[in-house]
């Protein structure tokens, strides 16, 4: 019953800030890293945050460098993305997604584990 469950998209103006939710359960979060994923209409899938299993390293892409953070409650299962200082190119459906390795991947491919995905707009 392995399962990740997105939460917390919505409509926002450029400039704005939402705070996506990633619920895990069937296993426990702090023996898997984690990753954020977004996919646009049209385009690929890319990698947007990654956080590691316990030591807390985080890696962002430079896209979102310095807008978005990453974190995780390992007693509540459940890694959140805040993204403040939202731009119209961050419009996409956000993912996240579970994987047993340990070190520092946006390759989707090695993710094992994804959920369903939330929808996120910025648009005046």
């Known amino acids: 019953q392995v399962q990740l469950v997105e939460s917390g998209g919505g409509l926002v103006q450029p400039g704005g800030s939402l705070r996506l939710s990633c619920a895990v359960s069937g296993f426990s979060l702090a023996y898997y890293a984690i990753g954020w994923f977004r996919q646009a209409p049209g385009k690929e899938r890319e990698g947007v945050s990654w956080i590691s299993k316990n030591t807390g390293r985080t890696y962002y892409a430079d896209s979102v460098k310095g807008r978005f953070t990453i974190s995780r409650d390992n007693v509540k299962n459940t890694v959140y993305l805040q993204m403040n200082s939202l731009k119209p190119e961050d419009t996409a459906v956000y993912y996240c997604?579970?994987?047993?390795?340990?070190?520092?991947?946006?390759?989707?491919?090695?993710?094992?584990?994804w959920g369903q995905g939330t929808q996120v707009t910025v648009s005046s």
């Open positions: 997604a579970a994987r047993e390795g340990g070190g520092l991947t946006l390759n989707d491919r090695t993710y094992g584990y």
